[in-house]
């Protein structure tokens, strides 16, 4: 058994061969790119007015004669003279010998006179070639992902497509006697099977869609079947339940059957001790315990970060800050535990029914509360760290 940062860091140190394709920027939201990417242009590629006004060489004069107009996207070359003004407008292109722009409403017209209401300064509301990114810059470092933002600013820069790394393709291998699909009738004894779906739209928030899902009875030989028949075709098989070692959990065994290697199991935290990982050849699997509310601490502690390792993110962890705990609390076991928390006015409230069997918190819960081992008093307002959970 390992600690939760031993499982990290083995999870930081995996090697990965990174499989990159081409494709369409416009289609790339929630991918990694695969390679650093580099400006083919300067931006902006001239000389452009930031502000609807009036273009002068700057001087100390208050009175300047209108000598011409410049618009935005009908670029016209004026050689004003000092005492001279171009009427300009946003992102109008401007000559270089041009270093001031003063705004419209900061200047008084008469017939094709201004007269400046204010000192102007010297380059002021001008956006000069190349400001924002010159030729040949790096734009975004290899495993940025790609949001809403970059795709504007990668297609301002004309680049139509880029290489990103491939989203992994995913099994989900669900065991239990006990477990119900919804809309059968349960009897006593059974319960709805809700993990399946829960972990399959975590991996669609993560823009991961290749995703089959397969159940299957407390059987070694079935689960070990499901296991060699899904780890030639998925790059990840998640399975839920049966990693513990009751008499019915049957899923080491069955990966070991399979050979897949073992990296760890069990990892000293609570809730989501009973975790194994390991690898075959490229492929990974990641069992997770079946209680749901290990599942979804599990999901968001080591499946997510695996899923973006796999696809060479920069960073592969949710993201950790520190805020103040409402209320004192103590840990004197050897374990980490993972607290389903609230934030509210810069603090984390503690939510009731942190139990691994109960969900009804998690889905108000929009963070882990992480208390370290052996942490013997924790007291109200002293700050903890959080990690902040996916909306």
Excluded at 163 to 181: A, F, N, R
Excluded at 238 to 250: E, N
Excluded at 337 to 364: D, M, P, R, T
């Amino acid at each position: 058994m390992i600690s939760y940062h031993e499982a990290t860091k083995l999870i930081e140190s995996l090697s990965i061969n990174i499989r990159e394709t081409l494709m369409p920027i416009k289609n790339s939201i929630g991918f990694y790119l695969s390679r650093d990417l580099f400006s083919p242009m300067d931006s902006p590629s001239f000389n452009q007015s930031a502000m609807d006004g009036y273009a002068i060489k700057f001087s100390k004069s208050k009175n300047y004669t209108v000598v011409g107009e410049s618009k935005a996207g009908l670029a016209k070359k004026y050689n004003i003279k000092p005492g001279e003004a171009l009427r300009v407008y946003t992102g109008a292109y401007i000559s270089e010998d041009i270093d001031c722009v003063v705004m419209q409403e900061k200047v008084s017209l008469s017939n094709r006179t201004i007269k400046l209401n204010e000192n102007p300064k010297k380059n002021q509301n001008i956006r000069f070639k190349g400001e924002q990114i010159k030729k040949g810059d790096l734009i975004l470092k290899k495993g940025s992902k790609i949001n809403l933002g970059s795709i504007g600013y990668i297609m301002s820069l004309g680049i139509n497509d880029i290489y990103v790394s491939k989203k992994p393709s995913i099994s989900i291998i669900i065991t239990g006697d006990e477990l119900v699909s919804n809309g059968k009738q349960i009897e006593l004894g059974q319960i709805y099977e809700s993990n399946s779906v829960m972990i399959k739209n975590c991996l669609i928030k993560e823009g991961i869609n290749n995703v089959k899902i397969f159940k299957t009875k407390d059987n070694l030989e079935l689960i070990s079947k499901r296991i060699k028949k899904e780890i030639t075709k998925s790059d990840i098989i998640i399975l839920s339940g049966g990693i513990s070692v009751g008499d019915y959990d049957f899923v080491r065994n069955a990966l070991k059957q399979n050979k897949i290697k073992q990296i760890f199991y069990k990892v000293k935290q609570k809730p989501g001790k009973p975790i194994w990982f390991g690898k075959k050849n490229t492929q990974f699997a990641i069992a997770l315990p079946g209680n749901p509310g290990s599942t979804l601490t599990c999901l968001f502690l080591y499946v997510l970060p695996l899923i973006k390792k796999i696809q060479g993110a920069n960073s592969i962890h949710l993201n950790k800050v520190k805020l103040m705990i409402n209320q004192d609390y103590s840990n004197d076991t050897e374990k980490q535990i993972f607290l389903k928390g609230k934030v509210s006015n810069e603090k984390v409230h503690v939510l009731s029914n942190q139990s691994s069997a109960k969900l009804s918190s998690f889905s108000i819960c929009d963070a882990l509360i992480c208390i370290p081992e052996n942490s013997n008093k924790i007291l109200k307002n002293q700050k903890v760290d959080c990690i902040l959970l996916p909306n």
